[in-house]
């Protein structure tokens, strides 16, 4: 169990594998059944061409690996091919992590390495969206009597 554990750690280092390799691909349903449960996701854009995006795929790894149903979950969306899912959240270039809560876009940050900074910026952007309100469907208006 250990030489393929090597062996992949060696793929993933050597460019043998692509980034997302290790981390589930973004899909609509799998959100969607995400957003459904309640849990905080965390959607990770990277590139073939990218290497900090190789050093964040190993950090991101260890902490969907170590977190337990407090992790957020994390999803890897291809930079390239999912020009649309980008735009929506202003996703200028790979290795962008987009931190949502609840289906609702929360915060994004760009360059994150170690797992103390990524853990912090979710612990952050959770703090700061448990104070907003839930949206509402707006009240019809009747006239007085």
Same mark, same amino acid.
């Given at each position: 169990?250990?030489?393929?554990?090597?062996?992949? &750690?060696? &793929?993933? &280092?050597?460019?043998?594998? /692509?980034?997302?390799? *290790?981390?589930?691909?973004?899909?609509? #349903?799998?959100? $969607? @059944?995400?957003?459904?449960?309640?849990?905080?996701?965390? =959607?990770?854009?990277?590139?073939?061409?990218?290497?900090?995006?190789?050093?964040? #795929?190993?950090?991101? @790894?260890?902490?969907?690996?170590?977190?337990?149903?407090?992790?957020?979950?994390? *999803?890897?969306?291809?930079?390239? !091919?999912?020009?649309?899912?980008?735009?929506?959240?202003?996703?200028? $270039?790979?290795?962008?992590?987009?931190?949502?809560? !609840?289906?609702?876009? =929360?915060?994004? &940050?760009?360059?994150? =390495?170690? @797992?103390?900074?990524? +853990?912090?910026?979710?612990?952050?952007?959770?703090?700061?969206?448990?104070?907003?309100?839930?949206?509402?469907?707006?009240?019809?208006? +009747? /006239?007085?009597?």
């Amino acid at each position: 169990m250990a030489s393929v554990v090597t062996r992949l &750690a060696l &793929a993933l &280092a050597f460019g043998a594998l /692509p980034a997302s390799a *290790l981390v589930p691909a973004y899909r609509a #349903e799998r959100m $969607t @059944e995400l957003q459904n449960s309640g849990r905080v996701v965390l =959607v990770y854009f990277t590139s073939q061409t990218c290497t900090l995006c190789r050093q964040q #795929e190993e950090t991101l @790894e260890r902490l969907q690996q170590g977190g337990g149903r407090t992790a957020p979950a994390i *999803l890897s969306a291809d930079f390239d !091919a999912e020009p649309g899912l980008r735009r929506g959240w202003g996703v200028t $270039t790979p290795g962008t992590l987009v931190l949502l809560r !609840a289906g609702v876009y =929360v915060d994004k &940050a760009t360059g994150l =390495v170690s @797992e103390d900074d990524i +853990r912090q910026f979710v612990r952050d952007g959770v703090s700061r969206s448990r104070g907003r309100p839930k949206a509402r469907a707006p009240r019809p208006v +009747r /006239p007085k009597r």
